[in-house]
């Protein structure tokens, strides 16, 4: 059994998931009078995710598939083949599931780069993804499940709780893998956010005070029953953290007196 994903051009599909499911099984009856394999019939758009995706999930077959003497200088490279079935308006992908949690996660972030929709054949219970909408989200925390979010109240509720160490880290996560994590509890917090700035490249930044003093002093907040040092000004009141999360849930920028700064410089 294989682990299979499609992408489709978003005009083209209907919007309704029972309409869509329709002219998804129309489109995988694979009628076309031209080669599956060859990706020049494809929609503009879907031929950008293919050029993306295949150098991580490379094509099984046609030309861009791995000549033997790459295969067998690069033995894990087997495990990422991939067979694309590539119509018009729609990529059909079948790959192992040794790769299923990260090719999900990768298909679904180029998909979101290169403008066209996403849909997880082998969930059942997964409806198609058009990216017309940050949500739902996927929060998760030290003391509950992950859930999956639409409403700002229920991230709220849960800030809320961060009163004691059991309850001292929670993140919050978009549909591309973007996320907005905080760590801490009672009133002295600090923020990281995961910005994706193309299917394989993201930023990993850290919020802090614009105006505050002494920022080269260390500081500490108390995460899982641990100190762990940040700057004095990376540490952050409850209703600060709020807003951050509520920018980052609506896709705004109202912190005015918070910067991001780059983890990695």
């Known amino acids: 059994m294989s682990y299979d994903l499609a992408v489709f051009e978003k005009q083209k599909a209907p919007a ?5 499911l ?3 099984e129309e489109q995988t009856k694979w009628g076309g009078d ?5 990706i020049a019939h494809a929609s503009p758009n879907l031929q950008k995710f293919f050029q993306q995706v295949r150098t991580v999930f490379p094509p099984m077959n046609g030309p861009f598939s791995p000549s033997d003497e790459e295969l067998a200088a690069k033995p894990a490279l087997e495990d990422r083949l991939c067979d694309y079935c590539i119509g018009e308006d729609l990529i059909y992908l079948s790959l192992a599931y040794s790769v ?3 090719a999900y996660h990768f298909v679904k972030r180029a998909a979101y780069f290169a403008g066209v929709g996403f849909f997880a054949a082998s969930d059942d219970a997964e409806a198609p993804v058009y990216f017309e909408s940050r949500c739902p989200m996927l929060l998760e925390g030290a003391w509950f499940p992950p859930v999956r979010v639409s409403d700002f109240a229920s991230v709220l509720e849960k800030l809320g709780e961060m009163t004691d160490t059991k309850h001292s880290y929670c993140y919050l996560t978009d549909q591309v893998g973007n996320y907005i994590q905080v760590g801490g509890l009672g009133d ?3 923020v990281e956010q995961r910005v994706y700035t193309d299917c394989t490249s993201y930023t990993h930044l850290k919020a802090g005070y614009v105006s505050a003093k002494k920022k080269d002093v260390d500081a500490y907040v108390e995460i899982a029953g641990r100190r762990v040092r940040v700057k004095q000004n990376e540490v952050l009141p409850g209703r600060t953290v709020q807003q951050l999360f509520l920018d980052f849930f609506e896709g ?3 912190a005015d007196m918070v910067e991001w700064t780059d983890m990695e410089l």
Do not use: G
């Open 16 to 20: 309704q998931a029972k309409d869509f």
């Open 22 to 24: 329709a002219w998804y």
């Open 34 to 38: 031209y080669d599956y394999n060859d």
């Open 100 to 102: 299923a949690d990260s």
């Open 188 to 190: 002295a917090f600090t």
């Open 252 to 254: 705004t920028k109202t």
